[in-house]
């Protein structure tokens, strides 16, 4: 017999759709998120966005050529996808050569080391993103002010708002006092963001964390193009909305602020990393929401949802296993196409 069949794990589903076409798709989601990152923040921003991908498929072909020795998969668009998804978690002053080292540790390990697209456990942006938050927390917490009209950054830095919030949150849990605002006679304290600036990104963070609005809009075309079903993120809201019910926290500003909705759209529903079927969707999406609203409401971290998504990729197996629909069941329509 000269044909070699291969098996693959399930679900065996037919589909015209491609691993090139879904990359593309989601890389013209992101358009209006990188657009808003290059207003905010300029130059910096571009020259960040061009290492981090030139490094990832740099990387992605090296090893596939020379440690693999197979044919190169650069061509399906995905180590372009990570190297936008590592940039836009990253702030836009941070050093080029810890980018490259964010990009080798994303590619290398998270990616590559289990195989390459499709066998990875865990997200690999995400995966560079801790790292470098790990290794170098003082160069990934400084945080460029926004110069908004695609110019030179003025080199201004400054807290996030979820900064400021932990912030103001153990200064009235040590003190007893409320953070002083501006216009008054004690010392100067930052002051938070209104909600129209929050949702058109006029604030620090990293360069992704800015324009909710922007993600918002790249979130509507992934779901008129089917290429990410609704579930995951709403799940994370709810997830998230839950804990802000119980500590007393604005929802909103949660929503606006820090890489919540980045993740929950770009990252959370990774194909590969994420459940099949809808049960299983909702269950892992509520408790990344769960987890990175507590990190960020009592744990040391400002910022959770990075640890959140990671957390629940290591569940996705076991979400995978128990929730699975019945053999010749009706439920077999829940399981992803």
């Known amino acids: 017999m000269s044909q070699t069949l291969v098996f693959s794990p399930s679900p065996h589903l037919h589909t015209s759709r491609t691993t090139g076409g879904a990359m593309r798709h989601v890389l013209i989601a992101l358009i209006p998120a990188i657009a808003c990152a290059l207003y905010y923040f300029g ?16 990387i992605e072909w090296a090893i596939t050529r020379f440690m693999l020795r197979r044919p190169s ?40 080391a289990f195989g390459g697209l499709g066998c990875n456990i865990f997200n690999p942006a995400l995966v560079g993103r801790v790292f470098l938050l790990i290794s170098f927390p003082v160069a990934m917490t400084t945080w460029p002010l926004p110069s908004p009209g695609f110019g030179d950054a003025d080199g201004a830095t400054g807290a996030t708002i979820l900064s400021i919030s932990k912030y103001a949150a153990s200064h009235e849990a040590n003190t007893g006092a409320s953070m002083p ?12 963001p209104d909600n129209t600036d929050m949702l058109l990104g006029n604030m620090g963070g990293s ?26 993120p709403v799940a994370i809201v709810a997830g ?24 929950a759209v770009f990252m959370a529903t990774d194909y590969v990393t994420s459940p099949m079927t809808r049960k299983g969707m909702w269950v892992y999406g509520v408790f990344i929401g769960i987890i990175a609203a507590s990190i960020r409401r009592w744990g ?15 569940a996705t197996p076991l979400l995978n296993r128990y929730l699975r629909p019945s053999r010749f069941s009706p439920a077999r329509k829940e399981v992803r196409a």
């Open 240 to 263: 998230m909305a839950f804990i802000d019910l119980i500590a007393g926290y604005p929802l909103v500003t949660d929503l606006l602020s820090g890489g919540l909705l980045l993740g």
């Open 43 to 58: 130059l910096p921003a571009l020259t960040v966005l061009l290492v981090s991908v030139a490094s990832c498929v740099a």
């Open 181 to 192: 605002v501006l216009g008054q006679e004690a010392p100067p304290a930052p002051v938070l």
């Open 300 to 314: 040391a971290y400002p910022e959770g949802v990075s640890f959140a998504i990671l957390i629940m990729n290591g």
């Open 207 to 232: 360069m992704g964390e800015t324009g909710a609005a922007a993600i918002i809009l790249g979130f509507v075309y992934l779901l008129a193009m089917r290429i990410i079903k609704w579930d995951i």
């Open 73 to 112: 998969t650069v061509a399906d668009g995905s180590a372009v996808l990570t190297g936008v998804l590592l940039a836009l978690n990253l702030p836009s002053c941070l050093p080029l050569w810890m980018v490259v080292a964010g990009a080798a540790v994303a590619i290398g390990i998270a990616k590559m």
